[in-house]
């Protein structure tokens, strides 16, 4: 499909593209080896995403107590090279 930059800089993109593409009004741009890559993003109220991770914390039963052993679990482990 071919697409028009306008004397704004501005690409409409083809309905036949957007159908198949979740719906959203942010994308993420970048470019890697020439090529446009559009990402549809979500875009969160703040303070939402935090009270889901809340929600289902409680949803599962955990306690502060889990928490604090989790993270020391995390901690006490080797470091694992990336």
């Known amino acids: ?10 690409v409409t993109l083809p309905k036949k593209i957007l159908k198949d ?3 959203t009004d942010y994308f993420d741009v970048s470019l890697r080896e020439g ?4 990402r549809p993003v979500t875009v969160a109220e703040p303070g939402s995403r935090l ?9 599962l039963g955990l306690e502060p107590k ?3 052993r989790a993270i020391q679990w995390a901690r006490s482990r080797p470091e694992r090279r990336r």
Request: proline share 3%; hydrophobic share 40%; glycine share 4%.
């Open 51 to 59: 009270t889901t991770i809340r929600q289902k914390i409680q949803g």
């Open 66 to 68: 889990d928490i604090d």
């Open 21 to 23: 593409i979740p719906d």
């Open 35 to 38: 090529v446009v890559i559009l």
């Open 1 to 10: 499909m071919l697409a028009k930059k306008t004397s704004k800089n501005q």
